[in-house]
């Protein structure tokens, strides 16, 4: 198993780390209907006891030990009060099964959901990229990295095109404090644009504070390789390699969020595509990068008339940038949150303050 190279938390976690391949997931596709109230199964983590004993991604819990489960925080108190093998009855699809799992924790993220709920993408359009103009002028955007309204680093993106070649490279480094502590990581997708949706050729993605990198690329046709380079917490060098199957588009996921900057402006465009993330193999579900529409932005005091664009999966807003003549100024990676902010300033302002570990190895 890969070992991560950044977590977050999404939702409850009832065991800690990365996350298995799940073959049957309805989550995977571009829309869910929940045909029971409970607690939705989202992610499991390694050697998960619920997975192990027949539990699903997409399952909704609505039983555990003979008492109804309506909510996250029931499903926890029930858990962690059992002390044998327990009858677990799940929603999934149409189809209501009942699973024995051992006493202690699922291993499982999990949400709570109503009967009737629906996700589900925007529908795709046609989408024509403005990336000609990159072979002149490649976008080189600095911006300040908040979290939670504290400046805490920097963020430094550039996109540019060689040929049927798109490059996005994107450095962050911060200060996470106590929780985050100090973070840097700087991502090399390589993109070709020649099809109606740009696709990963290779990703490298790397991490000085921690010795690690992590590349992808094409094994075959359909099969996307990660090898993961580093040293272990002996200091011995390890190398790892996952493969998985991943049919149909591809991107990186930091080229996805740059990707706002040459969409058309116009309501409604919206981009499916899947996504591959630093250390895993297996892609992530469907997104959609959807264009909202004209919106004011305040930045240093400053109103913008900017393009809102959003990149939604089908449980909620992944993130949203804003786009000023073709660049995109202000990025909001928590999905509406505001807990997590870039906004474009110049490299200097940018850079002031900064750690002096986090030197950045992309400035030119």
């Known amino acids: 198993m890969i070992r991560p190279l950044l977590l977050s938390v999404?939702?409850?976690?009832?065991?800690?780390?990365?996350?298995?391949?799940?073959?049957?997931?309805p989550l995977d596709g571009r829309s869910f209907t929940a045909h029971a109230s409970g607690v939705?199964?989202?992610r499991f983590g390694p050697?998960?006891?619920?997975?192990?004993?027949?539990?699903?991604?997409?399952?909704?819990?609505?039983?555990y030990a003979g008492k109804p489960i309506a909510t996250q925080e029931e499903l926890i108190a029930a858990v962690t009060a059992n002390t044998a093998d327990v009858q677990v009855v799940v929603q999934?699809?149409?189809?209501?099964?009942?699973?024995?799992?051992?006493?202690g924790k699922l291993g499982a993220h999990v949400s709570t959901i109503a009967?009737?709920?629906h996700w589900e993408l925007p529908p795709a359009t046609p989408v024509t990229f403005a990336s000609e103009r990159l072979v002149k002028s490649p976008i080189d955007t600095w911006y300040t990295f908040e979290i939670d309204g504290k400046k805490v680093g920097a963020e430094h993106a550039r996109v540019e095109r060689v040929g049927d070649?798109?490059?996005v490279i994107v450095e962050v480094m911060f200060d996470g404090g106590e929780k985050w502590g100090l973070n840097h990581m700087i991502e090399t997708g390589v993109l070709d644009v020649r099809g109606a949706v740009p696709r990963v050729v290779t990703q490298i993605h790397e991490g000085p504070l921690w010795d690690l990198t992590s590349s992808g690329k094409w094994k075959d046709a359909e099969t996307w390789e990660v090898t993961v380079d580093g040293k272990g917490d002996d200091g011995k060098p390890f190398r790892e390699v996952e493969t998985s199957p991943a049919p149909g588009p591809l991107i990186n996921d930091y080229s996805f969020a740059s990707m706002a900057a040459l969409m058309p402006m116009v309501p409604g465009t919206c981009l499916h595509s899947r996504t591959v993330v630093a250390n895993q193999a297996k892609p992530n579900a469907w997104s959609a990068l959807v264009v909202i529409g004209p919106e004011d932005l305040e930045i240093a005091g400053k109103t913008l008339k900017a393009t809102r664009i959003e990149r939604r999966m089908l449980m909620n807003k992944a993130s949203i940038h804003w786009v000023v003549d073709g660049e995109v100024v202000k990025h909001d990676y928590s999905g509406s949150t505001g807990s997590t902010i870039a906004y474009k300033t110049t490299k200097e302002q940018a850079l002031a303050?900064?750690?002096?570990k986090l030197v950045p190895r992309t400035a030119k």
């Open 165 to 167: 070649r798109l490059t």
């Open 115 to 117: 009967a009737g709920t």
């Open 10 to 25: 999404c939702s409850v976690l009832l065991l800690a780390g990365v996350f298995a391949a799940e073959p049957e997931n």
């Open 40 to 42: 939705l199964v989202t």
């Open 353 to 356: 303050g900064l750690d002096p």
């Open 47 to 63: 050697d998960a006891a619920g997975q192990l004993a027949g539990l699903r991604l997409g399952d909704i819990i609505t039983s």
């Open 92 to 103: 999934r699809g149409d189809a209501v099964v009942t699973i024995t799992a051992k006493p």
